[in-house]
């Protein structure tokens, strides 16, 4: 007799035990088929949510809390300084290593300066909350993306199926030069990055390779600085010599040469390393009519919609 009650008594828990959980996990399967049928043509945009998709496979969702603009962020850049940078085009962020999601969520009136989300698809949680977010429209490589934070100051991050700080978030600017590898994404061997009115270089991995210059920075390439102050230009080597001896009104990197403009409205392009005028001398109106095409073995030149010269690459 004794045997039975404690036979029964372990029946009894045990049916506490397991009926809540068989109850749960038929709850849940519930609702993540419900989910599914809700969403049955796998919409990204669905009934106020935004569905994260590994092919067939739900990675999860985001809860939208406007219903203007839910949706992947563009690439947007608002520099305001003279540094020349890749001009973005538009383009939205994309699922990033099936983990990450950039995105904004705001109405239309905030639409240009809304803020951009950092979003772990994964963990269903915002990670992060940036005033800008940036990678050109066609990528930095090493998947590097260039963000300023909520306190305004500049940094860059590293996104894989993890997020990496590569520098840190203490600039007041930061952008890249317009050189693209065989990809055509925007090379990230060295950063432009602006702090207390004054602008230096910064490697891949945020070490500091050039002098301090508080000129204005125009340009740069892995071995030169083009700076700028009032009307004057200068080519500048990353250690603060002037490689040209004088200003000039113009300078512009030309594939492996440099374009100029003196003082006389010259226009002429010359070879640094090797001291000396590459192309013939043309007398133009105006920089802004100066335009490249630069190719493999030539560098063709236009005053507006005019060829001027093809210039032989040696």
Known sequence: MQERKITLITIIILLCIFLPL??????????????????????????????????????????????????????RNTNTYDLIEPKSNGQKYTLLHNRYAILMDTTTMQLLNAPVLLYDV???????????????????????YIASNEDGLWGVLKITDQIEEVIPFTYDYIGLSNIQNKDGQIKSDYFAVLKNNSWSILDS?????????????????????????????????FDGRNRLFGSYQYLHFCGP??????????????????????????????PENISYKVEKEYIHIFDGEELIENIAIS
């Open 22 to 75: 068989t109850a749960f996990a038929t709850t849940m399967h519930f609702i993540e088929n419900k989910e599914n049928i809700e969403n049955k043509e796998h919409q990204f945009y669905f009934d106020g949510k935004l569905y994260f998709y590994n092919n067939e496979d739900l990675l999860g969702t985001y809860v939208c809390q406007n219903t203007d603009y839910c949706d992947y962020a563009v690439s």
């Open 122 to 144: 994964l963990e269903n949680q915002v990670i992060g909350t940036y005033k800008e977010f940036k990678n050109y429209g066609v990528g930095i490589e090493n998947d590097y």
């Open 205 to 237: 991995q945020g070490n500091k390779v050039s002098d301090t210059v508080t000129d204005s920075l125009v340009d740069y390439n892995e071995t030169y600085m083009i700076t700028k102050s009032g009307s004057e230009m200068n080519l500048l080597t």
């Open 257 to 286: 040469y440099i374009a100029i403009i003196d003082a006389t409205n010259d226009f002429y392009v010359y070879a640094i390393d090797q001291n000396k005028e590459v192309s013939n001398r043309h007398r133009i109106s105006s």
